[in-house]
T-cell receptor, first 114, second 117 residues
Framework: RKEVEQDPGPFNVPEGATVAFNCTYS??????FFWYRQDCRKEPKLLMS?????NEDGRFTAQLNRASQYISLLIRDSKLSDSATYLC???????????????WGLGTSLAVNP | NAGVTQTPKFQVLKTGQSMTLQCAQD?????MYWYRQDPGMGLRLIYY???????DKGEVPNGYNVSRLNKREFSLRLESAAPSQTSVYFC????????????????FGPGTRLTVL
């Protein structure tokens, strides 16, 4: 099992749609989780941090399910400007064998169409 | 605040040439990182610096060296460039280091697109 897995997509949705992405992680001791957004040929930018049972920021909601080891990102009322790649990132914390790096998913591509 | 800045934005090298990628942050962050991003591979950590004065290897350090010049600056050097090092290079910083429970969200620079012929 990969350390962090995401459905690569692409997800093609119309404006105004609700879309959800899932991300699974393998290390049950992982401490914190993030969603980043990356536009084409640009740097990743932090979208949301997910520290406990989840959080909401406007149209975006992130959920964490530790028992099943996955996090999700829900985008409501999609806008054209939401078109991007969404990267799931896991902080595995301190454990033997960890060379102190964040674990990055390969990303889920979203295209919002007019 | 400029955040994280990187120079140059683009670079073309011939095999065997050397160059240094510069990175600076003005957020007073303790930790800094160098990543490379290749199609289908995701972000891979090359080196990181948990705090001023320390550097450690990441996932793919071979062919690279780094210098944490001061708290603001973290440079990446390619001593003898190879075509396999053609990639997009991102520098990032965070308030606290990875593996900690502190604020460790990473903030990225705009990237350097490097081509090695």
């Amino acid at each position: 099992r990969k350390e962090v897995e995401q459905d690569p997509g692409p997800f093609n949705v119309p404006e105004g749609a609700t879309v959800a992405f899932n991300c699974t992680y393998s290390n049950s001791a992982s401490q914190s989780f993030f969603w980043y957004r990356q536009d084409c040929r640009k740097e990743p930018k932090l979208l949301m941090s997910v520290y406990s049972s989840g959080n909401e920021d406007g149209r975006f909601t992130a959920q964490l399910n530790r028992a099943s080891q996955y996090i999700s990102l829900l985008i409501r009322d999609s806008k054209l400007s939401d078109s991007a790649t969404y990267l799931c990132v896991v902080n595995p914390g301190l454990y033997a064998g960890n060379n102190r790096k964040l674990i990055w998913g390969l990303g889920t591509s979203l295209a919002v169409n007019p | 605040n400029a955040g994280v800045t990187q120079t140059p934005k683009f670079q073309v090298l011939k095999t065997g040439q050397s160059m240094t990628l510069q990175c600076a942050q003005d957020m007073n962050h303790n930790s800094m990182y160098w990543y490379r991003q290749d199609p289908g591979m995701g972000l891979r950590l090359i080196y990181y610096s948990a705090s001023e004065g320390t550097t450690d290897k990441g996932e793919v350090p071979n062919g690279y060296n780094v210098s944490r010049l001061n708290k603001r600056e973290f440079s990446l050097r390619l001593e003898s460039a190879a075509p396999s090092q053609t990639s997009v290079y991102f520098c990032a910083s965070s308030e606290q280091g990875m593996g900690t429970s502190g604020p460790n969200e990473q903030f990225f620079g705009p990237g350097t697109r490097l081509t090695v012929l």
